[in-house]
């Protein structure tokens, strides 16, 4: 069965750094692009951040731009979310999700089942 799974989430504190990985057993991973979304308490899932399947394209919501690097290795299938500067605002579930190089959820066709991550101020 295919599927992805993350972890690394955990209680912060504002302005600390925290990285989340996703693996991804029984998953071609290196035909996919890559990428995170997340889902705070009582709103609808956004995206995060994208990368194509060879790693040298990336694309960054603007919430997160400057702050946030993902990154993928293909030899190991694993993503990865670097967070720094951390803020109460990031608070939120984190799901990781193959498929196309884009920025809409529709484009996914496999996610992981989340991480959390709670920043407190």
């Known amino acids: 069965q295919v599927h992805l799974v993350e972890s690394g989430g955990r209680l912060v504190q504002t302005g600390e750094s925290l990285r989340l990985s996703c693996a991804s057993p029984?998953?071609?991973?290196?035909?996919?692009?890559m990428a995170w979304f997340r889902q705070a308490p009582g709103k609808e899932r956004e995206f995060v951040a994208v990368?194509?399947?060879?790693?040298?394209?990336?694309y960054y919501a603007d919430s997160v731009n400057g702050r946030f690097t993902i990154s993928r290795d293909n030899a190991k299938s694993t993503l990865s979310l670097q967070m720094d500067n951390l803020k109460p605002e990031d608070t939120a579930v984190y799901y990781c999700?193959?498929?196309?190089?884009?920025?809409?959820?529709?484009?996914?066709?496999?996610w992981g089942q989340g991480t959390r991550v709670t920043v407190s101020s």
């Open positions: 999700a193959a498929g196309d190089y884009c920025s809409q959820s529709r484009c996914f066709h496999t």
């Open positions: 990368t194509s399947w060879n790693g040298l394209n990336t």
């Open positions: 029984g998953l071609r991973f290196s035909s996919d692009a």
